[in-house]
């Protein structure tokens, strides 16, 4: 099921890409228990991406939002480079190699700290604009953190259809 959230920056659309933020992690303990260790490594179905490389994913996925958010509140109008959260990010690091447990330990940490810069954004820091190489357009921190919450509450929704979770 896609959840959508418009986007108007109003404090109750704020609340709810708050919210999704806030459930990810859980969301993703709660299906790692319904899987063996050997089968968090393993693809969810023909050429699909194991648990372990969907959590590597949303990870890479993370840390580029959050890397231009933290950007944008620091400097005005930020140039974000264009880096692929998967296709260069990824390949960097390799968050794919980890073990799931350590995985979601990090990304609970980045979720943590993540959630506690939101908590204390004024309605202007939330409109702050964020300019990304190759783009005409530029986005707010409201936009990129609404995309985040989207991209992931989609992502769980799928692994729970999946692994069959109830």
Request: proline letters at 4%.
């Amino acid at each position: 099921m896609q959840k959508t959230i418009s986007t108007d920056l109003t404090p109750a659309n704020i609340a709810r890409v708050l919210e999704l933020l806030r459930e990810t992690p859980e969301k993703l303990k709660a299906l790692s228990k319904l899987l063996s260790v050997e089968k968090l490594r393993q693809p969810l179905g023909a050429d699909e991406r194991s648990l372990t490389e969907d959590l590597a994913h949303l990870i890479n996925s993370e840390a580029r939002t959050s890397e231009a958010i933290y950007l944008a509140l620091l400097v005005d109008e930020p140039l974000i480079a264009d880096i692929h959260s998967e296709r260069d990010w990824g390949k960097l690091l390799r968050f794919d190699l980890l073990d799931f447990p350590e995985l979601l330990a990090y990304f609970k940490l980045r979720r943590k700290v993540l959630l506690r810069i939101f908590s204390a954004l004024t309605e202007a820091q939330w409109s702050r604009p964020i300019r990304e190489e190759g783009k005409k357009r530029k986005e707010s921190i409201y936009w990129r953190a609404r995309s985040l919450a989207l991209h992931e509450s989609e992502h769980v929704s799928d692994l729970e259809r999946k692994i069959g979770y109830d």
